[in-house]
């Protein structure tokens, strides 16, 4: 089985300051991992993924996430807030082959940017 | 460079009418898959496909039927809809083993 746990249900940051959302995931076998974006009225956009390999991934807009097995994380950081960033945070793991490539979602973190 | 395409963006519906969503993806994806979304509990995945002619139960199937004809096409149908179908319908696909998924800009379904 395998679950994502995001924490914090809204975060704001001021602008310019670092952003920090977290994200705990529970796998059975080495996840791939995903942080996805959505913006009022739109669908998900991938921001970055891990799949295998540097741990350290770089993502679009300035984003990165660092993959953690030790500690089961996967949180997404940015240096600099910026008005645009003001959004919705999916977190998702993904495992599978063959055939169902099941995907779970964490429940969202409403990013607010305070000007 | 279209991608997944959802028609309709909204629809009202009363208690106990019927409607059909459509999905349509122009990346020759094999998996195809519906959520919905609804404040507070992220997506939920209702019904998903791994090819053309097939079709498989999500986490929360019950009130919804999907076909896929054609590799291109997920339909989701709403049978007889009641309000705790009131929900944001997303549709999304990939084409490997754990890529990532592309979705649809969504479809507003209110039931009253």
């Known amino acids: 089985a395998q679950s994502v746990t995001q924490l914090g249900s809204h975060v704001s940051v001021s602008e310019g300051a670092l952003v920090l959302l977290r994200c705990n995931y529970s796998?059975?076998?080495?996840?791939?991992l995903f942080w996805y974006v959505q913006y009022p009225n739109q669908g998900l956009q991938l921001l970055l993924k891990?799949?295998?390999?540097?741990?350290l991934v770089k993502g679009i807009n300035g984003f990165e996430a660092e993959f953690k097995k030790s500690e089961t994380s996967f949180h997404l950081t940015k240096p600099s807030a910026h008005m645009s960033d003001a959004a919705e945070y999916f977190c998702a793991v993904s495992r599978g082959s063959g055939g169902y490539q099941k995907v779970t979602f964490g429940t969202g973190t409403k990013l607010q940017v305070i000007p | 460079n279209a991608g997944v395409t959802q028609t309709p963006k909204f629809r009202v519906l009363k208690t106990g009418q019927s409607m059909t969503l459509l999905c349509a993806q122009d990346?020759?994806?094999?998996?195809m898959y519906w959520y919905r979304q609804d404040p507070g509990m992220g997506l939920r995945l209702i019904h998903y496909?791994?090819?053309?002619?097939?079709?498989a139960k999500g986490e929360v199937p019950d009130g919804y039927n999907v076909s896929r004809l054609k590799k291109q096409n997920f339909l989701l149908g709403l049978e007889s809809a009641a309000p705790s179908q009131t929900s944001v319908y997303f549709c999304?696909?990939?084409?490997?083993?754990?890529?990532?998924?592309?979705f649809g800009n969504g479809t507003r379904l209110t039931v009253t």
């Open positions: 496909s791994v090819g053309e002619g097939t079709t």
């Open positions: 796998s059975s076998v080495p996840p791939y």
């Open positions: 999304a696909s990939r084409g490997q083993d754990n890529s990532p998924l592309h």
């Open positions: 990346m020759n994806h094999e998996y």
């Open positions: 891990y799949t295998t390999g540097a741990t």
